[in-house]
């Protein structure tokens, strides 16, 4: 186990909330139309690794500040992020390309194999980012349940965060655009509101190990006595 005995709350959801937004904003400007700090995004495979990593480390030191865990342990979450940004762009391209290929020999219609490529390739990167985070948090907490979870919690996130953000920026009537306000601000806002969510799981579960610490200590003062 790799954690620290501290009891997270509402300061450690704030600042994954906080992390997620400003690695978000990070990225989002270095790629926005007009002000690419990398030129092509997609020229290269190391650019979205190089974007995801900002994010990455503001986490960093989240887990390594708030929760305790250990250099190795948040150094671990972040190789481990990085790896799935990378799994993530190699699986997106075989998924639009095999789906394809494999719609036309299905039953189903052209029309809904196209909405299942499409809905499905939006969730192939929280699908590895939560089951990479998911192998770091369950070798931190010694509970290889959390691994599993995870994968869930970032799938949850982030259907929950697509859909709210859609729905703010149709309330704004904001159109997807290449200005700050247009390309920056809604990938910021679904970030935050990703983190949001995983950031109350992430609370949840280091609460549950603090009890579970906790008891430990309690039952073995008693059988000391």
Do not use: C
Not at 88 to 105: D, H, K, T
């Amino acid at each position: 186990m790799a954690v620290a005995k501290r009891r997270p709350g509402f300061a450690l959801w704030i600042a994954w909330v906080g992390a997620g937004a400003l690695g978000a904003a990070v990225a989002a400007s270095a790629t926005q139309p007009g002000h690419e700090v990398f030129g092509d995004t997609g020229a290269s495979y190391w650019v979205p690794i190089l974007l995801a990593t900002p994010l990455a480390l503001l986490q960093f030191l989240v887990l390594r500040g708030l929760i305790g865990v250990s250099v190795v342990a948040a150094g671990m979450w972040i190789g481990l992020t990085l790896v799935a940004s990378a799994a993530s762009i190699f699986a997106i391209s075989g998924w639009y390309f095999v789906v394809p290929q494999l719609v036309p020999r299905t039953f189903i219609s052209i029309e809904t194999g196209m909405d299942i490529m499409f809905t499905g390739g939006e969730y192939i990167n929280p699908l590895l980012l939560g089951l990479a985070q998911g192998v770091a948090l369950a070798w931190v907490f010694g509970r290889a349940g959390i691994a599993a979870w995870w994968v869930v919690i970032n799938l949850v996130a982030y259907a929950v965060s697509l859909q709210l953000t859609i729905f703010a920026l149709t309330a704004l009537a904001i159109e997807p655009g290449t200005t700050a306000g247009s390309y920056v601000l809604p990938r910021v806002s679904l970030a935050a509101l990703y983190a949001a969510v995983t950031g109350l799981a992430l609370v949840a579960i280091v609460r549950m190990q603090y009890v579970s610490i906790k008891a430990h200590v309690s039952a073995a003062s008693k059988g000391a006595v």
